[in-house]
């Protein structure tokens, strides 16, 4: 017995009945149905797609009922011998859910991967951005234009908030209180927070939507305005990448804002459960993970400070 998958290219393709090719379309449909955002669908596309193109490649079964650890194992491999160790520990996570949701949809009795263990992803320092080359970049911004006021708003916005590029590029004009210094952004999960952020960037902010009012695109709901449009994650990135050159710093990409907002906070003497509270983070092991740079430095302090040694 077969059914269809709808194909953009061509006839539909018809594949047995159980194949994971077929399947994935029913996962994905879940995937929507349950408000998962698009980057997250898009991951876990990609890595049920790269699992089903190695199956085909290597000569192995692609029915969902004759896939096996050795098989899902071997895939994992063949990732660890081109790629990063994060990356392999990217797609074991997504496939881990793509054959849960097969079991909770009774196309499986259990899942392959039932014994397996993630490639353990080594714990390293996340870099961040030196302040005083972010001065720089800011100093690009200096003569007044459109361009100009925007980027200055964003950067300082990113950086005083801490909130991922999809989380600012993702506010509207009714999410941002200037006055008030806070904005409403959709995190992970689309649960709501409110960030806050200072003065100066209140000021950055207020000098974008005045210029803003002369925009084209001025009609938009969406914050951020580029020549086509509501900007993009993509368009943050080139702008940043553009800055960075501009000023002659190594290139700073968005989510090296929040490592540096996480570190400084750290430095300033913030608490953890404040930093977890503004990041909209869950689980405090990405505290450790984003602060460890930070931490070290701390630790030094506290013991020079305690001079422990010079008590004998």
Request: glycine share 6%; proline share 5%; aromatic share 6%.
């Amino acid at each position: 017995m077969t059914r269809s998958t709808p194909s953009t290219l061509g006839p539909p393709a018809t594949y047995a009945l159980g194949d994971v090719r077929d399947l994935t379309e029913s996962f994905l449909t879940a995937l929507e149905a349950q408000a998962k955002s698009p980057k997250t669908i898009k991951t876990y596309s990609e890595a049920v797609t790269q699992l089903t193109a190695f199956l085909v490649a290597q000569g192995m079964p692609t029915e969902a009922t004759r896939i096996t650890r050795e098989h899902v194992e071997a895939f994992i491999v063949s990732i660890l011998q081109r790629s990063k160790i994060s990356t392999a520990n990217n797609r074991y996570r997504a496939l881990q859910q793509f054959f849960k949701f097969l079991v909770e949809e009774g196309e499986l009795t259990a899942s392959p991967m039932a014994n397996m263990k993630a490639p353990k992803v080594p714990e390293e320092p996340v870099a961040h951005v030196d302040l005083a080359d972010l001065k720089k970049v800011l100093k690009t911004c200096a003569v007044r234009s459109f361009d100009n006021l925007r980027d200055e708003a964003m950067i300082r916005f990113l950086f005083d908030t801490g909130v991922r590029s999809a989380e600012m590029i993702g506010l509207t004009l009714d999410d941002l209180d200037v006055r008030g210094r806070c904005a409403t952004v959709l995190g992970k999960g689309r649960r709501p927070r409110t960030v806050e952020f200072g003065a100066k960037t209140s000021m950055a902010l207020d000098r974008y939507l005045r210029a803003r009012r002369s925009h084209r695109f001025a009609g938009s709901p969406w914050l951020w305005l580029g020549a086509r449009g509501p900007m993009t994650d993509s368009g943050v990135r080139q702008m940043l990448e553009r800055r960075s050159q501009a000023a002659g710093v190594p290139h700073i990409h968005p989510h090296a804002l929040r490592h540096s907002q996480a570190t400084e906070h750290m430095r300033a003497g913030g608490s953890e459960t404040s930093l977890m509270r503004n990041m909209g983070w869950r689980s405090p092991q990405m505290i450790r993970r984003y602060t460890a740079a930070a931490a070290e430095e701390l630790a030094r302090q506290e013991h020079r400070r305690m001079a422990l040694g010079d008590q004998l």
